[in-house]
Every structure is written in structure tokens, then in C-alpha cells.
């Protein structure tokens, strides 16, 4: 199994990236797929999740600028993040996860400068 994130960089406060975190040797279809970062310093958190049916949840930090989304055909599944902030600097890790079992991809790196 791998998980492959990409899509990060350096970006201006208030501008947008689109991370996309690709899987191979894994099927998508019935897993929950999230979104995590870890900013220097601090704990790893959850900033978006989708589960296998499709509902969204999403960290207060970002609801109403972050947008998670899916596609389990293409075994694909994106964060949308608008209005960035410099707060939002972290690296972005996307997990894939079921009952008894998950996949970590080895992170992209987000910098939003002020």
C-alpha cells in the first residue's frame, strides 16, 4: 500500500492550494479518507475528514475555507484550501482508514506567508 500526497508549497496569506493524496495498492471504496497536518511544535490534528459514504467533517480552524473530496475510482482523494493563512502552515499528511486497519502517506509541505 502507498499513499502519495502532493500539491503542497509556498503560498500567500489568502491565497489557495489543492493537495491530492494518491493511492495504489489500496481500493478506496468503503474507508473513511482524511486529512491531517502537524505544524512545528505541535500535535498532529485532523483538519478534514470524508467518510465512505461521503460525509464531511472538518477542523473549526478551517470549515467554510477547507473542502474535502473524493474519487474512488481514481483511488484519489483532494483538499481544496482557500483563504489560507499562515496558521495553516504545517505539513499535510492524508490517511486512509477502516476498522482495525490504516495508511499514512509521507506528508506534503504547506507554507502560507503573511
Known amino acids: 500500500v502507498q499513499l502519495q500526497a502532493s500539491g503542497g508549497g509556498l503560498v500567500q496569506a489568502g491565497g489557495s492550494l489543492r493537495l491530492s493524496c494518491a493511492g495504489s495498492?489500496?481500493?478506496?471504496?468503503?474507508?473513511?479518507l482524511g486529512w491531517h497536518r502537524q505544524a512545528p511544535g505541535k500535535q498532529r490534528e485532523l483538519v478534514a475528514f470524508?467518510?465512505?459514504?461521503?460525509?464531511?467533517y472538518y477542523a473549526d480552524s478551517v470549515k467554510g475555507r477547507f473542502a474535502i473530496s473524493r474519487d474512488n475510482g481514481k483511488k484519489m482523494v483532494y483538499l481544496q484550501m482557500n483563504n489560507l493563512k499562515p496558521e495553516d502552515t504545517a505539513v499535510y499528511y492524508c490517511?486512509?482508514?477502516?476498522?482495525?486497519?490504516?495508511?499514512w502517506g509521507p506528508g506534503t509541505q504547506v507554507t502560507v506567508s503573511s
Open positions: 490517511k486512509v482508514a477502516q476498522t482495525g486497519e490504516e495508511h
Open positions: 495498492g489500496i481500493i478506496f471504496s468503503g474507508k473513511n
Open positions: 470524508i467518510s465512505s459514504v461521503g460525509n464531511t
